[in-house]
């Protein structure tokens, strides 16, 4: 599977903006749980949300909770990140990855569990 997530750039504080996570080279997302992460340079990428393969379960890091939606439209082979009300502590680069680890007993929100991590795209919010 090859991921590629797109739709960062530079807004003001309050703005929002849509990231999108793309399977590209004829792979696809159907059946995988997906997840975002965040990393901001000399740190660890962390989470930001998650989502099932059947969009039936949802997660989120507690401090986007309210503002972000994940989703997903497996026709178009994407999954969706959409932000609203940043903050300047959203600034970082964005990343999709895959959770193959199933009942492993690591939790949702631990990186250890995603894959395929393609090309992140960054985020700036002004302040």
């Known amino acids: 599977v090859q991921l590629q997530a797109s739709g960062g750039g530079l807004v003001q504080a309050g703005d929002s903006l849509r990231l999108s996570c793309a399977a590209a080279?004829?792979?696809?997302?159907?059946?995988?749980?997906m997840g975002w992460f965040r990393q901001v340079p000399g740190k660890e990428r962390v989470f930001v949300a998650r989502?099932?393969?059947?969009?039936?379960?949802?997660h989120y890091a507690d401090d986007v909770k309210g503002r972000f939606t994940i989703s997903r439209d497996d026709a178009k082979n994407t999954v969706y990140l959409q932000m609203n009300s940043l903050k300047s502590e959203d600034t970082g680069v964005y990343y999709c990855?895959?959770?193959?680890?199933?009942?492993?007993?690591?939790?949702?929100?631990?990186?250890?569990?995603?894959?395929?991590w393609g090309p992140g795209t960054l985020v700036t919010v002004s302040s």
């Open positions: 989502i099932s393969w059947s969009g039936g379960t949802i």
């Open positions: 990855g895959a959770d193959l680890e199933g009942d492993s007993g690591t939790m949702y929100y631990e990186r250890r569990r995603y894959y395929y």
């Open positions: 080279g004829g792979s696809t997302l159907s059946g995988y749980d």
